[in-house]
């Protein structure tokens, strides 16, 4: 992992992240939102705040499946008081979308993320494809 990498994902035992790692096979958004809203309501975030990081959630699951991942990790901590950070690292994905993807806008996948996240982002490194999401809590 690069530095540049670490310091966006940070180390997978930092107190305080939650690591989650998933297969994806049929039914991985589901089981990642299971998983999102149980860490979630651990914490007793608002119902706002829940629907808004489902939101978000789901658009970086569309996002990242249409690559072919065989599996991700997820990490969830606090980024502050009124945010939570969520890193989705992506494992064993083509260099394309897969062609049968249609009917995803890219476009409309920047604009819902814009609009809800604090903060977004995407990068890579030898590892794969990291995509982080920062919401709002308030």
Do not use: K, N
């Not at 589901?30 to 808004?52: C, F, K, N, P, Q």
């Not at 996002?63 to 969520?86: A, C, K, M, S």
């Not at 049968?100 to 990068?123: K, P």
């Amino acid at each position: 992992m690069t530095a540049q990498m670490e310091e966006l994902v940070g180390p997978p035992t930092l107190p305080g992240v939650t690591r989650f790692d998933v297969l994806c096979r049929p039914g991985v958004v589901e089981t990642v939102l299971g998983l999102v809203d149980r860490w979630a309501s651990d914490r007793a975030l608002s119902e706002g705040s829940v629907t808004r990081l489902e939101s978000l959630m789901r658009v970086t699951l569309a996002h990242g499946l249409r690559f072919g991942p065989r599996r991700l990790t997820l990490l969830i901590r606090w980024q502050d008081l009124e945010r939570v950070r969520v890193d989705v690292r992506w494992s064993g994905c083509s260099d394309a979308a897969a062609a049968d993807q249609g009917g995803h806008d890219l476009q409309a996948t920047i604009a819902t993320l814009d609009a809800l996240a604090a903060d977004w982002g995407v990068a890579r490194d030898d590892g794969g494809w990291l995509q982080w999401i920062v919401a709002d809590t308030e």
